[in-house]
C-alpha cells in the first residue's frame, strides 16, 4: 500500500520508511537533527512549534518513542496531550472503532502519533485524520521513526552508511524496527546485510523480496558467531512476546540468541553494537561497559531525530 503523502506538504503523514528513500531528504532531516543537538547542548532551541499541540495514542506500551516524542514536542515549545494504554483508557474500551478515536482526536491536536497492535493502523487512521499521523508502531508491520533514528546512529558512530556490514539479530519476523530499517539501508552503497535469527522467526518474504529488488546483498545463518568478525554493526532485537500466539513457541525461543562477553572478542574493534530497546535478556548486561554498546546513545538520539521529523511536519 502507497503511503498517504500529501502534495503540498512533503510529511504530512509519517506512515513508512519509504517515504526517506531519498538521499537528500533523509540528509535534511538528519542535519536538522544535529542542529538540534548542538542547540540542546547550549541550552538554545528556539520554540519553533508554540501553539501547536501534540497528541500521543498508544494502544501498546512505550518508552522511549513517547517520551521522546513528547519531550521533543515540549523542547519546541509545544503541548502534549496523551493517553497511555489507550485500548483501555480511550473509548476503544467501549467499541469505539480507531477511525472515529482518530477524527476526534484531530479536531483537539495538530499532530498524532500513534502506537497500535494492528498492521496498517497508521494507514487507516491516516486516510481519515484531518492532522498528520505519525506512525510510532503499527503492530509487526513497520517503526519509521525508529529507523531513522537507527540510520542516524550509524551515521553519527561511523562516519557513513556506505559499504556497511550489518546483522540484523533476533526477531526478524515480528521486529517492526528491522522492518523499516532493512527499507531505510536501501538508500546507502555497498551494502551487506546478514539476516540471524531462529528459524521460526525468520524475515517474511516481503521484506526478503524488497531486498532482492533493491539488489542489496543478503545472507541467512542462524550462526553468529560466523559473521561476527566481519560486521560494522550488530544489531539486536528482543523476542516480540507479545506477537506469539502460543506461549510454549515462545519459551522455545526466548534465549536461543543472547549477546555475551565472549562475543565481543570477535568484534572488531571499529563495531558498534544496537538495539531499539527495551532489552530483556537478549544482550547480557556485562556488555554495556563495552564503548562499542550505543544503544544508549542510539535512544538519546531520537529525541533529535523527532524534533527534526516535527519541524519538518509543521515548517517545510
Ligand atoms: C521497539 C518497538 O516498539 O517496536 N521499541 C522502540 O520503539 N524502541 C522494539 C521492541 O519493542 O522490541
Redesign the pocket.
Known amino acids: 500500500m502507497e503511503p498517504v503523502v500529501s502534495s503540498q506538504m512533503k510529511f504530512k503523514h509519517i506512515i513508512s520508511t519509504e517515504q526517506f528513500l531519498d538521499k537528500e531528504t533523509l540528509a535534511s532531516v538528519f542535519r536538522t537533527a544535529e542542529k538540534f543537538e548542538k542547540d540542546d547542548r547550549r541550552g538554545k532551541i528556539q520554540q519553533l512549534l508554540r501553539g501547536k499541540i501534540l497528541a500521543s495514542v498508544f494502544y501498546e506500551p512505550?518508552t522511549?518513542?513517547r517520551f521522546s516524542f513528547e519531550s521533543a514536542m515540549l523542547k519546541l515549545g509545544g503541548g502534549v496531550i496523551t493517553t497511555e494504554s489507550a485500548g483501555h483508557f480511550s473509548s476503544a474500551i467501549k467499541g469505539e472503532t480507531l477511525e472515529d478515536t482518530i477524527r476526534v482526536i484531530g479536531g483537539y491536536a495538530d499532530v498524532i502519533v500513534l502506537r497500535h497492535p494492528e498492521v496498517g493502523a497508521a494507514q487507516r487512521a491516516a486516510e481519515v485524520s484531518p492532522v498528520p499521523i505519525i506512525n510510532a508502531?503499527d503492530g509487526a508491520g513497520e517503526?519509521p521513526t525508529?529507523s531513522l533514528l537507527d540510520l542516524y546512529t550509524i551515521q553519527k558512530e561511523l562516519g557513513g552508511i556506505n559499504n556497511l556490514r550489518i546483522a540484523l539479530v533476533g526477531d526478524l519476523l515480528y521486529?517492526?524496527?528491522v522492518h523499516s530499517l532493512i527499507k531505510l539501508l536501501s538508500v546507502g552503497r555497498r551494502i551487506r546485510i546478514y539476516l540471524v535469527s531462529p528459524p521460526a522467526l525468520r524475515l517474511p518474504g516481503s521484506y526478503r523480496w524488497f531486498l532482492k529488488r533493491h539488489k542489496i546483498n543478503f545472507s541467512e545463518d542462524p550462526r553468529l558467531e560466523k559473521i561476527l568478525s566481519d560486521l560494522d554493526v550488530l544489531y539486536v532485537?528482543?523476542i516480540?512476546k507479545e506477537r506469539f500466539s502460543s506461549q510454549k513457541i515462545f519459551n522455545k525461543i526466548r534465549n536461543s540468541l543472547v549477546i555475551k562477553r565472549g562475543h565481543l572478542a570477535l568484534l572488531p574493534q571499529r563495531a558498534i553494537i544496537m538495539h531499539?530497546?527495551?532489552r530483556v535478556n537478549e544482550i547480557a548486561k556485562e556488555v554495556d561497559l563495552d564503548p562499542r554498546a550505543a544503544y544508549f546513545r542510539q535512544a538519546k538520539n531520537g529525541l533529535y531525530i523527532r524534533m527534526a521529523l516535527l519541524k519538518s511536519i509543521f515548517i517545510s
Open positions: 512505550s522511549r518513542t508502531g517503526h525508529q521486529g517492526r524496527t532485537t528482543r516480540q531499539p530497546l527495551p
